[in-house]
């Protein structure tokens, strides 16, 4: 079975690489108007290359232009009718022992994994609520269940807030028709970053992580861009305030 997002108008955040690229191409793919923005230009366009996905660069971290980005959107496109918060990751931070670990990491990793799913359902909730209609999927993570791999503090504590969004936003916007959910990605080597936290695993730390999973296989970044497109699409209807791991049965 397929789907079919034909004429419907997507935004998406973190789109040059990984699981943000390969959901900007799935929806894209599937006949939707694809609105994709990263800080990453050159990266954003790759994912752009060939097809109809409209770009917008811009730092998530500003408030203003996330607004803007989202008026921008709905003056050419009208009400954005899904919004998939996938920016975020530990932007390129080491774990340190908790006495060591620096307020400003901590504040520019919350900036981008929590604050601007904040800053872009603000934005994009008043066209959605006036239309009556509308998906939220933000991309939080194992670590948003659970500690972090990474022993990065604050990108375990950003997670779990970004699920508290989730079911937070999910009763605030549920009376006016719009479902918000989450994908929970596990250990995932999709982009630049993850390939190179993946390859200091060593070939037999690999091995120990692949075993752990039921399905004994690395995920692929459309695995993550699939759970999206089910959350994006009437299949799931009735389904509001969840999170759903999509992580091979990592127990
Ligand atoms: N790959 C994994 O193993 C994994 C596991 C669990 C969750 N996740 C989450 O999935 C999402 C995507 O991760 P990924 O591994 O595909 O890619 P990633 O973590 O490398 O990057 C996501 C994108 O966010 C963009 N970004 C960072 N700061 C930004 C800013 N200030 N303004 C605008 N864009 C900015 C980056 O340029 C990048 O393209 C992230 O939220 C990440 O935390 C990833």
């Known amino acids: 079975m397929d789907l079919d997002f034909n004429g419907r108008v997507v935004a998406i955040t973190g789109a040059a690489t990984g699981f943000g690229r390969a959901t900007a191409q799935a929806f894209a793919a ?25 770009t917008h660069v811009m730092d998530l971290t500003d408030p203003g232009a996330v607004a803007a980005w989202a008026k921008q959107i709905e003056a ?17 931070r080491k774990f340190h022992p908790i ?5 400003e990491d901590w504040h520019a990793i919350f900036a981008v994994n929590l604050d ?3 800053l872009t359902i603000r934005a994009f909730a008043p066209a959605m609520k006036a239309a009556r209609t509308g998906r939220i999927i933000n991309i939080s993570s194992g670590a948003g269940l659970r500690a972090s791999r990474t022993g990065i503090q604050a990108y375990a504590s950003a997670k779990h807030a970004a699920v508290g969004l989730t ?23 999709v982009s630049p970053g993850t390939r ?26 459309e695995d993550i861009a699939k759970a ?9 209807d009735f389904v509001t305030g969840q999170v759903l791991p999509v992580n091979g049965g990592s127990f």
């Open 30 to 54: 599937r006949g939707a108007r694809v609105f994709a923005t990263d800080i990453d230009a050159a990266g954003l366009a790759e994912t752009a290359a060939g097809s109809t996905i409209a």
């Open 196 to 221: 190179e936290s993946w390859a200091n695993y060593g070939a037999e730390g690999q091995k120990r992580v692949i075993e752990g999973l039921a399905l004994r296989r690395m995920g692929e970044a």
């Open 116 to 118: 601007a799913a904040f």
């Open 76 to 92: 050419e496109a009208g009400a954005c009718q899904v919004l998939v918060n996938n920016a975020g990751g530990v932007l390129g």
């Open 167 to 189: 079911r937070q936003m999910a009763q605030e916007l549920g009376p006016f028709g719009i479902n918000v959910n989450s994908v929970a990605p596990g250990l995932f080597a």
């Open 99 to 103: 006495e060591e670990a620096s307020l």
């Open 228 to 236: 999206v497109l089910f959350f994006a699409s009437p299949l799931s």
